[in-house]
């Protein structure tokens, strides 16, 4: 598997296990309560919240058909977003439900430097991903069989805390395999949040501050089932999506593009503050290239 012996140890239990209760269950039925508390007291006492269309998502975690795949993307501004943002989304009674909580990616660099680390972020759900070793390695083949049990993944398609926020970073084509290769086609939520660098700086101490305010628009569901289906037809093999040549890999990278364009323009540019011009010249741009 490329780039897998970079990771320490893989941190989870096998798939058929991790479908029934084990001693994992437990450690995470600790953690991500325990984080989704401090994290709430931050977002609901310490810091100005306020979610739009709040109920898109809600609705989508409590009502979505039985085995349906939710997958989340939103800009990637602080290493607080997640927790965070969902503290912020979501209600008590979310946060305190590990089974309900998001699976997420998180780069291995960083999250997954020691077994202490390793076991801490593998019970809040994280998945180490090796950056630069593509779409085809094991963190991302562990997230659509998450997907295909039912559950939720949360991606940040940037794949790193974006530094300049007038400035768009292309989208890796990770998001594009997790939706191509669901058994069943997913319901993918994007959303754009403004404000939570000012919460957690991205330079030195590195300390959160309070009294600062976040803003959240959640966009509509976007519906891939015909350009999955496009790309079935033509192509029943998911390596050749990567290695294809010619239409299906110009759709491929489309399905991308047009992730990208939808979760900007329908969720960012309804903000006042949000720099429209610029955003929608950064879009055209990788529409075109």
Known sequence: MPGGDQILRWPFPPSNKLQ???LWHLGSAIVIPAVGVISKIMTDW????????????????EN???????????????????????????????????????????AHDICFTNDWHAQFFALGKSIPVIRGAGVYQKGMDFCIDRLNAGAWVHIFPEGKVNMAKNELIRLKWGIGRLIAECNISPIVIPFWHLGMDNVLPNVEPYRPRIGQKVTIYIGNPIDFTSLREKLMNECRSAPALEYGEGNILKEYIKACSLLNFLYCFLTGLSSSSFPSSIVMHAILKKLLF
């Open 46 to 61: 310490l810091t100005t919240v306020n979610v739009h269309n709040r109920e898109i998502l809600i609705d989508a975690l």
């Open 20 to 22: 029934n209760f084990s």
């Open 64 to 106: 979505r058909p039985k085995g349906t795949p939710l997958i989340t993307v939103c800009n990637h501004h602080s290493c607080l977003d997640d927790p965070m943002l969902w503290a912020g989304i979501l209600d008590w009674r979310h946060v305190f439900n590990s089974q309900v909580m998001r699976w997420t990616a998180a």
